[in-house]
C-alpha cells in the first residue's frame, strides 16, 4: 500500500525484513523531509512487488553505466516528478537506498547516488566507491556516493 512518509513521526513500515531497520526508516524519512522542504511534495513510497518497472529502470542503469547488481533486495521504490527531474528513489532490505536524478533537459545532470544507513556495511558491489559522511537528525550518520549517468534511459 502507497503511503506518504511521515519525517516528524518515523516508522519502520514496510521496511521491518532489515536488520538496520530504524536506520532505514530514518533515511527514508530524510529523504522525506528534503522533498517536502525544497519542492513542497509528499514523499509517498510503494511496495517492491508494485514498482516493479522502476526498479528495474534503476538497476538496468546500474548495469549499463557500472556493471553493478545490487544484492540486496528491494523494500520500497518510489517516482517524483518535481522541476523537470525524474527522481526515482529505491529502498533495499541492507539499508542501502539508491536514488537517480535524471533530468530531462540536461543530460549533464544526471546521476545515481548511494546513500547506507547507519550500521550497515559497504556492499561488495559498491567497495569501488568512497562515501561521504553527513550528520541527519532523522537518520543518524549518512554515509554517500554518486557517479554521473552518460546515457540516455
Not at 514523499?43 to 553493478?68: C, M, N, Y
Not at 544507513?117 to 559522511?133: D, H, N, Q, T, V
Amino acid at each position: 500500500m502507497p503511503g506518504i512518509v511521515d519525517f516528524k513521526s518515523v516508522s519502520t513500515a514496510g521496511l521491518e525484513s532489515s536488520p538496520v531497520a530504524a536506520a532505514l526508516a530514518g533515511l527514508r524519512a530524510n529523504e522525506s523531509r528534503y522533498f517536502k522542504n525544497k519542492y513542497d511534495v509528499d514523499f509517498t513510497t510503494e511496495p517492491a512487488r508494485k514498482a516493479k518497472s522502476l526498479i528495474a529502470w534503476v538497476h538496468r542503469i546500474l548495469k549499463d553505466e557500472r556493471g553493478i547488481v545490487i544484492a540486496s533486495p528491494p523494500l520500497e521504490a518510489t517516482e517524483l516528478d518535481v522541476d523537470g527531474i525524474r527522481w526515482v528513489h529505491v529502498f533495499y532490505e541492507s539499508g542501502l537506498a539508491i536514488n537517480v536524478l535524471y533530468t530531462r533537459k540536461d543530460a549533464k545532470k544526471r546521476a545515481v547516488g548511494f546513500k547506507l544507513s547507519e550500521g550497515m556495511e559497504i556492499p561488495a558491489e559498491l567497495s569501488k566507491f568512497k562515501f561521504a559522511r553527513q550528520k541527519s537528525k532523522l537518520a543518524g550518520t549518512i554515509r554517500g556516493s554518486y557517479f554521473v549517468i552518460k546515457n540516455e534511459y
